[in-house]
């Protein structure tokens, strides 16, 4: 059974930095194209960006600059590197495959706020 596990959200201040980490167990992520997703409080599971095997990456708009996806497969790992958070940051954020066809995790919960 596939686990995912993210780790690493806490309560930062706006312009704060944070890096988020998902662990995947139970199979291997080398081949899968990996995304991190974001949902804030009353609203739907948005993309944030995704990763392929290669390494390239692709963000949305909002994001843009600011955020950076990272994977390492040896330790079948994703990484989210945030920077210059800002309060429309807040949000819980999940790993998953681009094409979510793992079982969701729990996510990370995140808070921008002085």
């Known amino acids: 059974q596939v686990h995912l596990v993210e780790s690493g959200g806490d309560l930062v201040q706006p312009g704060g930095s944070l890096r988020l980490s998902c662990v995947v167990s139970g199979r291997s992520i080398f081949f899968k194209r990996m995304a991190w997703y974001r949902q804030a409080p009353g609203k739907q599971r948005d993309l944030v960006g995704d990763i392929r095997s290669s390494g390239t990456t692709n963000y949305a708009d909002s994001v843009k600059g600011r955020f950076s996806i990272s994977r390492d497969n040896a330790k079948n790992t994703i990484y989210l590197q945030r920077d210059s958070l800002k309060p429309e940051d807040t949000a819980v954020y999940y790993c998953?495959?681009?094409?979510?066809?793992?079982?969701w995790g729990r996510g990370t919960q995140v808070t921008v706020s002085s």
């Open positions: 998953n495959a681009l094409a979510q066809d793992l079982t």
